[in-house]
């Protein structure tokens, strides 16, 4: 088969790694890809969401099959594109539908979504800037903290925890009247705040089957002991220690099954991956939000631990017959650390040279914020790399994974050295 894989990422370095294992892979093609993606297949430099560009790729290459990695085209289309078009309809695409893929592009229509399929979530209201006025009044009434979610896709930082009714007016405000997160808080989600940890858990669907894939947990601050900034996210490890049985067995119940059977129920087509940011909240699992997509991190922490061949896993979601996979997990542990650039997530500094790859050991490196120039990997990115360690316990995973990554340098480089170490 020849396959379309769309992103620039760590996420598209780790599904290019798992892609070109498989004997099903002929050629592999990555648009736009990154210094690492290069590696396991033939980068092509294209937009994520230049349609007609991806069109004449396909067409010229045959490609059999696009995997779309980020949200962007997923929200804006692309599965659409392809279906509407009569030279493309009959090429599968792993990834929702436009209508589906408002589970991330609108925190309000998931939050209905959710409400209306009786799934756990926070409390929760949306105004605009008509109803601005009964959003404050609302805020004032609201216990603390408050969190205030933008409505649209504001690339990761568009939800805010406010600690104080003060900022939470400031920031209401700023976010309607004064667009700070531009169309994306032309409406504003507030919500109740759920005390918990959090957790990722990744499921794989083909619109009538699903299979449960590992979970994940990420970490989002900048700094070590979960302080400073919020990040894209920093490491990640699965499985999640307190994701036991018995907890796993409630999201599949209470959560997985509803939101499955609720699209079914609304015609509304799925195939692709879902993801489902979870708090448990003393052993109850409700949801935060859904994206259409796989995480980043987390990625680079789940693909390392499933055996199967994915590229016959993601022709059986193509094919409707999910439910004809074995999904094989490890049993061992998988802990990555995110290499970053001086600066992130505020203006970070680019165009650093990139040494000591080849003196890691025991980990995977996937490649995310990266290019080649004069045959030297450079950074270009917020997040750079992704250090990953598969390791048979936690310990083990995550000391390798954090030894690995300090033996990679650049100039002005960070990492966390404490990823995962809460769990042990």
Same mark, same amino acid.
């Given at each position: 088969?020849?396959?379309?894989?769309?992103?620039?990422?760590?996420?598209?370095?780790?599904?290019?790694?798992?892609?070109?294992?498989?004997?099903?892979?002929?050629?592999?093609?990555?648009? %736009?890809?990154?210094?690492?993606?290069?590696?396991?297949?033939?980068?092509?430099?294209?937009?994520?969401?230049?349609?007609?560009?991806?069109? +004449?790729?396909?067409?010229?290459?045959?490609?059999?099959?696009?995997?779309?990695?980020?949200?962007?085209?997923?929200?804006?289309?692309?599965?659409?594109?392809?279906?509407?078009?009569?030279?493309?309809?009959?090429? *599968?695409?792993?990834? *929702?539908?436009?209508?589906?893929?408002?589970?991330?592009?609108?925190?309000?229509?998931?939050? /209905?979504?959710?409400?209306?399929?009786?799934?756990?979530?926070?409390?929760?209201?949306?105004?605009?800037?008509?109803?601005?006025? /009964?959003?404050?009044?609302?805020?004032?009434?609201?216990?603390?903290?408050?969190?205030?979610?933008?409505?649209?896709?504001?690339?990761?930082?568009?939800?805010?925890?406010?600690?104080?009714?003060?900022?939470?007016?400031?920031?209401?405000?700023?976010?309607?009247?004064?667009?700070?997160?531009?169309?994306?808080?032309?409406?504003?989600?507030?919500?109740?705040?759920?005390?918990?940890?959090?957790?990722?858990?990744?499921?794989?669907?083909?619109?009538?089957?699903?299979?449960?894939?590992?979970?994940?947990?990420?970490?989002?601050?900048?700094?070590?002991?979960?302080?400073?900034?919020?990040?894209?996210?920093?490491?990640?490890?699965? %499985?999640?220690?307190?994701?036991?049985?018995?907890?796993?067995?409630?999201?599949?119940?209470?959560?997985?099954?509803?939101?499955?059977?609720?699209?079914?129920? /609304?015609?509304? %087509?799925?195939?692709?991956?879902?993801?489902?940011?979870?708090? +448990?909240?003393?052993?109850?699992?409700?949801?935060?939000?859904?994206?259409?997509?796989?995480?980043?991190?987390?990625?680079?922490?789940?693909?390392?631990?499933? /055996?199967?061949?994915?590229?016959?896993?993601?022709?059986?979601?193509?094919?409707?017959?999910?439910?004809?996979?074995?999904?094989?997990?490890?049993?061992?542990?998988?802990?990555?650390?995110?290499?970053?650039?001086?600066?992130?997530?505020?203006?970070?500094?680019?165009?650093?040279?990139?040494?000591?790859?080849? +003196?890691?050991?025991?980990?995977?490196?996937?490649?995310?914020?990266?290019?080649?120039?004069?045959?030297?990997?450079?950074?270009?990115?917020?997040?750079?790399?992704?250090?990953?360690?598969?390791?048979?316990?936690?310990?083990?995973?995550?000391?390798?994974?954090?030894?690995?990554?300090?033996?990679?340098?650049?100039?002005?480089?960070?990492?966390?050295?404490?990823?995962?170490?809460?769990?042990?």
């Amino acid at each position: 088969m020849n396959i379309l894989l769309l992103g620039s990422g760590g996420r598209e370095s780790a599904f290019a790694w798992k892609l070109s294992q498989s004997p099903k892979c002929e050629s592999l093609f990555i648009a %736009p890809g990154n210094a690492g993606t290069g590696i396991y297949g033939q980068n092509v430099n294209l937009n994520v969401t230049d349609f007609e560009g991806i069109k +004449n790729l396909v067409l010229k290459n045959s490609i059999d099959l696009v995997l779309v990695g980020p949200e962007e085209p997923l929200v804006k289309g692309i599965h659409d594109f392809f279906l509407e078009d009569e030279f493309l309809k009959h090429i *599968p695409v792993i990834g *929702p539908q436009k209508a589906a893929a408002q589970l991330e592009g609108s925190k309000d229509f998931s939050k /209905e979504f959710m409400f209306k399929n009786s799934i756990p979530t926070a409390a929760s209201k949306t105004f605009t800037l008509e109803t601005l006025e /009964e959003g404050r009044a609302y805020l004032a009434t609201h216990g603390l903290p408050i969190v205030l979610k933008a409505d649209g896709l504001a690339a990761g930082k568009g939800v805010l925890i406010c600690t104080s009714w003060d900022e939470a007016q400031e920031e209401f405000t700023s976010m309607l009247r004064d667009a700070k997160f531009g169309a994306a808080s032309s409406k504003v989600v507030v919500e109740q705040f759920l005390q918990g940890i959090e957790l990722s858990v990744f499921v794989l669907t083909d619109g009538k089957n699903y299979k449960i894939l590992p979970e994940a947990k990420d970490y989002k601050r900048i700094g070590e002991g979960d302080t400073g900034l919020n990040t894209g996210g920093m490491g990640s490890v699965s %499985p999640v220690p307190f994701a036991d049985a018995a907890f796993m067995a409630k999201v599949e119940e209470r959560i997985v099954i509803p939101t499955i059977e609720g699209l079914k129920r /609304e015609n509304i %087509p799925y195939k692709g991956f879902i993801f489902i940011g979870l708090m +448990n909240c003393g052993g109850e699992p409700y949801v935060i939000e859904y994206n259409c997509r796989m995480g980043d991190p987390e990625t680079e922490s789940v693909l390392p631990r499933i /055996e199967n061949d994915l590229v016959e896993v993601l022709q059986a979601v193509a094919d409707e017959k999910l439910d004809e996979i074995n999904l094989k997990i490890s049993d061992q542990f998988a802990a990555t650390v995110v290499c970053v650039a001086a600066g992130y997530p505020g203006e970070y500094v680019k165009d650093k040279v990139i040494t000591g790859i080849e +003196n890691v050991r025991g980990s995977f490196v996937f490649h995310a914020g990266t290019k080649l120039e004069n045959e030297e990997v450079k950074t270009s990115g917020g997040r750079v790399l992704a250090v990953t360690s598969l390791q048979d316990t936690l310990f083990d995973a995550l000391q390798q994974a954090t030894l690995d990554a300090a033996r990679i340098y650049w100039d002005g480089r960070v990492f966390r050295k404490d990823i995962g170490f809460d769990l042990i």
